[in-house]
Nanobody, 117 residues
Framework: QVQLVESGGGLVQPGGSLRLSCAAS??????????VAWYRQAPGKQRELVAT???????YYADSVKGRFTISRDNAKNTMYLQLNSLKPEDTAVYYC?????????WGQGTQVTVSS
């Protein structure tokens, strides 16, 4: 079974930066050929789409993160990234990667991002 494994979260002050990574656990799952996305879920809220990158490298961002977050891929490493800049307390959430639309079987443990002074 393929898993998408997220990493890179942590505690950061407002205005700080983090880079999240998402790697497939099986090499035959080629992130390059899929439309993949980052999602997040804050305490007491529903999971929401943050950013998407298509197989054709088009990108989409939620209005709340546009201009601050950047989604990218490293094809050689079969890994997807989310660069988080100018972080705000409201960005605090567990961040997940998955396909877009998401597949129930690909949800991983996520990585916690906490923005606090």
């Amino acid at each position: 079974q393929v898993q998408l494994v997220e990493s890179g979260g942590g505690l950061v002050q407002p205005g700080g930066s983090l880079r999240l990574s998402c790697a497939a656990s099986r090499s035959f799952f080629n992130i390059r050929t899929r439309t993949v996305a980052w999602y997040r879920q804050a305490p007491g809220k529903q999971r929401e789409l943050v950013a998407t990158i298509t197989s054709g490298d088009s990108t989409y961002y939620a209005d709340s993160v546009k201009g601050r977050f950047t989604i990218s891929r490293d094809n050689a490493k079969n890994t997807m990234y989310l660069q988080l800049n100018s972080l705000k307390p409201e960005d605090t959430a567990v961040y997940y990667c998955n396909l877009n639309p998401p597949s129930q079987s690909y949800w991983g443990q996520g990585t916690q991002v906490t923005v606090s002074s």
